[in-house]
Each structure stands twice: as C-alpha cells, then as structure tokens.
C-alpha cells in the first residue's frame, strides 16, 4: 500500500473515530489530537510569518517611520471617539484570544476598540545602552534582535511570545530580578497616547507620577505606544549550577541564600514536593567546558523541569553551561510544565526528535480553539497563578501553597522591589527581597474548589503583604483588590487626566466577573 493510501485511510479512520466518541468529547479528552494535527503546523506558520515580518522591517528601516504614521492614527481614534460623545470606555482592539493570559476579556465586546498595530524594535542605541521599541514586540523578538548584536535586556520573562506592552502594563519576571527587579524596573521611559488623545513620554525625571503609576495599569490610564528599556551586554553562555535540596526549611534557607548573593547572575528554585527541589544559581560566560555544553533549547532535547529533576532523582549536584538565548527561554517549548496536560507524550524522545521542531503551540491558538467545554473544565480543575510574597514569609506561604493547591511542580523566582511610587511597593521604606510562586497544573488538593481555594490563597497573600499578578483568575472584591495594592497614585492621576469617562478601572478588568 502506498504512503498516500495508507495515510487517507489513517484519516478516515480517525474521523469515524471522532464522529463516534463526538467531536466535543475528542476536544476535552483527547486535545493532543487536535493540537498536534492541526495547532502545531498553524504555530509554525505564524512564528514563520511574523520572523520574515521582523527581519524585513529592520532590513528596510521602515519601522521609525512607519510608527509615527500609526501613532497618528491612534491619536485619530481616540478624538473620533470624543467627537462621538465619549459614549464608551476605551480599549485595545487587539483580540482577547492573541494574549498570553489563559482568560479572554469580556470587555472587548462592549468597549471602543482602538486599533493598535505596533510590532516592532524602533531603535538599538548602544550608546545610552537603551533599545526603544513598540508594545506589541515579543520576548523571542526581542532577543533574537538584540543577541546577534552583542546586547541582551536585563530581565527576559520566560515564554517567547510575552509582549513588552504586556510586561509594562501587567508585569514580568525572571531569574535575574534579584538583581534588576521586575521587567518594569528595567525601563527607563514610556510613551503614551492619553484620553484626549495628546501624546505624552514619561520617565523618572519627566512626567514621573505617570512614569511610575502605568506599571499594573493594565492600559487604563492611556494607550502605550512606545518604551525605553535598558541593555546589558550579552555573554555566550550561563553556567548553570543544579543543587538538589531537601526539607522545606533548609530548601527555603538555601534559595534565599543565592538569592542575596549578587554574584548570581540568575537564581531559579523547582519543588517538586513539598519537601524536594533543585536550586539553581547561574552566572554569565563567555567561556565554556565544551564537554559540559548543553544546547538545551534545541528542538529534540528533553524539557527543561524534566532534565533538572534528574538532578534531584540521583541526589547530585551538576554544572552546564547553557547558551545564553537557551537558557533565558528555557521553559517556552514545554510552557513552563503545562504541556504535558496537553499533550502527555510530548517529552518522549520519539515525538521529540520527530515532531519537537514544531512545539510549543501558540498559547494563542489554544485559547482561540479551547470551546465551552474545555474552559469550564480549566476553570474548575487547573491553576495558572502567581503570587509575589516577601522571602521571609517563603516557608510560609509554600504550605499554603501545599495546603489549597497541592500542585507541583512549584517554580521560585526571587526579585528585588524597590520603594517607588505606584500600585506595587514594600510595606516598609527599604527595598525588599521579594519571590514569585508560580502554581501550573492540576491542583491534587481534595475537594478543590476554584473560587473557594483562590480567595483563601488571595487572602494569605494580602496578609504577608504580597501581591497577585493580573493576569491570572482574580476573586477578590475590589475593596479586597485596593487592600493588596496601592492605588493612591493611580486614582489620583485618573482624576487628574480625565481617565475615568474613558477607561475602565483595572480592577473591572481583571477581576473574574470581567474574564470569562
């Protein structure tokens, strides 16, 4: 029998297979047929598009002109929508499914749509040590542009299609904010378009109650246009140093060790229980053991979290050097360790060397095609949340974790938060050593409640005076959400800008009744 035979009559098979069980059920149980027949091709299609897109605009130099041509026209939008009366609240016209958020806001539909179509890398400027790009531009653009150049930028969030708007507006995080912070602590300068349809550049010394009052915004107080961040200079390699710990008081002790050394150029911690973890510290190089070199972002090697818990199975410690574009995107093919829920046989060597070329999928495309269904089972029986708590209260808020959630693998990250002005701050007046938990997966807890275990975890965060990032499913009441975060300055520039006839307020952005 011929290949194209064999293979037509693999699909008919499949269709009467999917016409019997029911077209839903296959999605709900059987998503990686789906996923690997028809997301995955679609993802490399756009990731194709999209990389030919980039490259030709920086070939052509297009971008800085074509940017103050298209910020025009959002300034056009924005005095249409005013002439029209300022009826409604105004938003991005970007769809709900393109973000990297799980949920889709229900807001779009009601809302003023204004078109926002800016994608792209406007200036390397080695000289300030700044890269000014627009907010549509991604993690994996970003770096792709920047490391051939010999610059990087100092926090890189971890899934390549995190957008820079996305980052400023929400917020971002990686293994090097112990030392930088969080991703908005690395820009320097913001533009943006207001309500009356002005243009405006902030920064700490112009315009700084703005500059520092649009982090955590989530777009409520103007259209960002533009941003300013800083570079470091890149190096080849991490070397990355694996060290398995167990106890949770001496693993929360050894992570907030490495995470106040500042010779650690990165510090990252996976619980793989309550009472097992690897500690990883890493440190930038341009040298390497070439024996030691692990590729690790290559298409057929195994995910990232599985190849560090073999670190923790042998009960050993371990040293690689990692290139550096590698390692700052080492969760992406796997999201993190999401991907397994979706497609089980996705780390097996077969599939990888196969078919790995082409994950992840598009976490887009999976929002985009989940169905009633699927979200409904998400929404009840899988976690995507991370919460932001004071490193003295780590031990702490791990068995709370362990308590409402009992999902694992847990990643720790540390950060530095800086007392500046704005919605996110330490209680006291010092910078304060910060970790970000992250909880991704089926909860095991029994009886786990989604609502009910989520204002309990809510709740212990505001006690230890944490924080939740937006993008997850938020239940707290808006008298609870201004409790975690401190909305002084930013309800007193909303006054100030005209802001509340034109935007919603963050919290009837994020809060659950406004995602669905």
Not at 2 to 23: C, D, E, I, M, N
Not at 201 to 218: G, H, I, K, M, Q
Not at 305 to 333: C, M, N, Q, W
Not at 442 to 456: D, G, H, L, Y
């Amino acid at each position: 029998m011929s290949p194209v035979w064999s293979l037509g009559a693999g699909l008919l098979l499949l269709l009467l297979w999917v016409r019997h069980r029911g077209l839903e059920a296959v999605l709900v149980h059987h998503r990686w047929i789906f996923v690997c027949l028809f997301l995955l091709p679609l993802s490399i299609l756009f990731d194709i598009y999209y990389q030919l897109r980039a490259w030709a605009v920086w070939r052509l130099h297009s971008a800085p002109r074509q940017h103050a041509q298209r910020v025009r026209h959002i300034q056009a939008q924005v005095r249409e929508w005013k002439d029209e009366g300022s009826k409604r609240y105004m938003c991005t016209g970007r769809p709900g499914w393109l973000t990297v958020s799980l949920r889709v806001g229900k807001y779009k539909k009601i809302h003023k749509n204004i078109m926002i179509n800016l994608m792209d890398v406007l200036e390397v400027d080695s000289e300030r040590q700044v890269v000014r790009v627009e907010p549509l531009v991604t993690m994996g653009q970003l770096t792709a542009h920047l490391n051939p150049m010999g610059w990087t930028i100092p926090v890189v969030p971890e899934l390549d299609d995190l957008t820079v708007g996305g980052l400023i507006m929400g917020t971002g995080i990686e293994s090097s904010s112990h030392i930088y912070g969080l991703f908005q602590h690395t820009c320097v300068a913001y533009e943006l378009v207001l309500a009356d349809g002005s243009l405006v550049r902030c920064s700490p010394t112009e315009n700084s109650d703005l500059f520092y009052a649009v982090p955590w915004s989530c777009g409520t107080l103007g259209f960002l246009v533009a941003a300013e961040i800083k570079m470091i200079p890149a190096k080849k390699y991490v070397k990355i140093h694996y060290q398995p710990v167990r106890g949770l008081q001496k693993i929360c002790e050894t992570f907030t060790k490495e995470s106040k050394k500042k010779e650690n150029s990165f510090v990252e911690g996976l619980m793989y229980s309550l009472e097992e973890a690897v500690i990883m510290t890493g440190v930038l190089t341009d040298e390497a053991e070439q024996s030691k070199i692990n590729r690790i972002g290559n298409y057929y090697k195994p995910w990232f979290f599985k190849h560090v818990e073999k670190y923790l199975k042998a009960d050993r410690t371990g040293t690689e050097y990692i290139p550096s574009r590698h390692y700052y995107h080492r969760h992406t093919r796997s999201i993190f360790w999401e991907l397994q829920d979706i497609i089980p046989f996705g780390n097996n060597p077969v599939f990888r060397y196969l078919f790995g070329w082409m994950v992840p999928p598009k976490i887009s495309l999976l929002k985009l095609t989940q169905g009633e269904a699927i979200r409904k089972l998400y929404e009840q029986h899988h976690v995507v949340q991370d919460m932001l708590v004071p490193v003295k209260s780590l031990e702490k808020s791990i068995q709370t974790f362990h308590a409402d959630l009992n999902v694992y693998p847990l990643w720790l990250c540390p950060f530095i938060l800086p007392n500046n002005p704005g919605m996110v701050h330490p209680k006291g007046d010092e910078t304060e050593l910060y970790v970000d938990i992250g909880a991704y997966g089926e909860p095991k807890r029994k009886q786990f409640e989604a609502r009910a275990s989520m204002r309990q975890m809510e709740k212990f965060v505001r006690s230890v005076h944490g924080f939740q990032m937006l993008y997850a499913d938020c239940y707290m009441t808006r008298e609870e959400f201004w409790d975690m975060f401190d909305g002084s300055l930013y309800h007193k520039l909303r006054e100030e800008m005209n802001c509340k006839d034109a935007f919603p307020e963050v919290y009837d952005k994020i809060c659950k009744a406004a995602r669905h």
